[in-house]
DNA sequence: TTAAATTCATTTGTACACGAATGATACGCT
DNA sequence: AGCGTATCATTCGTGTACAAATGAATTTAA
């Protein structure tokens, strides 16, 4: 005696709403696989967590900004980036330095250990990457990512 | 002077791998698609975190259950779903028993206040996912939902 | 040019998330 | 029976994440 799904004799309305299952939901799987991908990064970039990884790339990408901007680049609130950032700069992998014409501005930089640590580890991010679309042929990796950035933006 | 992609000229051995971007990244868009989920829910469902809905929910759909297992239902490691219980029986959300015949284990069960509070919510929880998958058409949602699975689930 | 609105950084408080360690209990195996 | 292993719940420490409040500085607009 199972539930019937997809059957024809009952017509759904609109999409396989018929009872709510908890493991169907985007947000719950959007959960799970993030979670996978934590651990794929954790096992190959083990002294930097993702955020603190993604702050150092985004620098390397577009040079010293404000503190809130980074925050904004890579889609971290001022109060998250700020805890980021201070983790980073007590291990030298960044540099701060007050704005020069706003005086409420926090200039965030790359230190040469910042420089050297985040070129050394590029190339094992890409390998994360890798490991986490390792599921998905290469059309469906490529299928994937636009509708995932499609439900990102919004 | 924009670098090419894709280009013929010049053969890529794998997918888009020439330069690390980090937008283009599989964990950085994931992350964004679960900011933009986690903002529809808490705009639906103000009372109740994502991960105190799991945990209800899923209480909900087995019964019963010890708080490590219930954990493992819903993706969380044991020090989660500790901290997730506490907060719901603090409300009396759920109760705790000990079991009848392992006295390691803390059976956790829904409380009627719980059972009301789900119910009510599931509705509004379907909205959520609806709404969150609004920027796909019903046929990439299928499409999503698939890959994205497979992703989860390694 | 002041007053109002905005922006930047910071702090506080709450809530996950997970590794690691711990103590109590249960289980497998000899 | 007894010992080693595994499981369950708990605790600790670190690191996001975000709402809300704050003060200082800048920008906008009247």
Redo the contacts with the bound molecule.
């Keep these: 005696m199972t539930v019937e799904r997809d059957g024809l004799g009952m017509q759904a309305d609109n999409n396989t709403a018929d009872v709510y299952e908890l493991g169907e939901q985007v947000g719950f799987i959007l959960?799970k696989a993030?979670?996978r991908h934590?651990?794929i990064f954790?096992a190959r970039i083990s002294d930097l967590?993702?955020?603190?990884f993604?702050a150092l790339a985004k620098l390397h990408e577009v040079g010293a900004t404000?503190?809130?901007?980074?925050?904004?680049l890579v889609?971290?609130?001022?109060?998250?980036?700020?805890?980021?950032?201070?983790?980073?700069k007590a291990r030298d992998l960044v540099a701060?330095e007050p704005?020069g014409?706003?005086?409420?501005?926090?200039?965030?930089s790359l230190s040469d250990k910042g420089r050297e640590t985040i070129e050394a580890l590029l190339p094992d991010a890409l390998e994360v990457s890798e490991e986490t679309l390792a599921p998905l042929t290469q059309r469906e990796t490529a299928t994937f990512l636009r509708l995932l950035a499609k439900l990102a933006e919004g």
Tied chains: 1, 2.
């Design positions: 959960r993030n979670q934590l651990a954790a967590t993702p955020p603190q993604a404000s503190q809130n901007q980074l925050g904004q889609a971290m609130d001022a109060a998250t980036i700020k805890g980021v950032i201070d983790r980073l701060l704005h014409s706003d005086r409420r501005r926090l200039v965030v």
